[in-house]
């Protein structure tokens, strides 16, 4: 069992960062995909970034260039660096992980409960 925990969100203007935090609990997490998602009211959740347990990250292209995911497994930890805010990234954010491969979404078994952003222009 891993329970997922964010932090870090709020308001902040457009053009300004935010870093969200992801504490997981359990030892399992170091060999887990780990991930972060967004959900906009009235919009389905989608994929922000992803990072395997060695490192290897994805990201979707509406963030790739503008956001950083990174993880420490030593303190089963995982970050996302998000700079260069616009408006569409108001959304509330969750982490999430699971044994890989991860193919789908309901790949990831353990998701926190979200921590909102909110981009002001």
């Known amino acids: 069992q891993v329970q997922m925990v964010e932090s870090g969100g709020g308001l902040v203007q457009a053009g300004e960062s935010l870093t969200l935090s992801c504490a997981a609990s359990?030892?399992?997490?170091?060999?887990?995909?780990a991930a972060w998602f967004r959900q906009a009211p009235g919009k389905q959740r989608e994929f922000v970034a992803d990072i395997t347990s060695g490192g290897s990250a994805n990201y979707a292209d509406s963030v790739k260039g503008r956001f950083t995911i990174s993880r420490d497994n030593a303190k089963n930890t995982m970050s996302l660096q998000m700079n260069s805010l616009k408006p569409d990234d108001t959304a509330a954010y969750y982490c999430?992980?699971?044994?890989?491969?991860?193919?789908?979404?309901?790949?990831?078994?353990?998701w926190g409960r979200g921590t909102q952003v909110t981009v002001s222009s």
């Open positions: 999430a992980a699971g044994p890989p491969p991860i193919t789908v979404i309901y790949d990831y078994q353990y």
């Open positions: 359990g030892n399992l997490f170091v060999v887990y995909t």
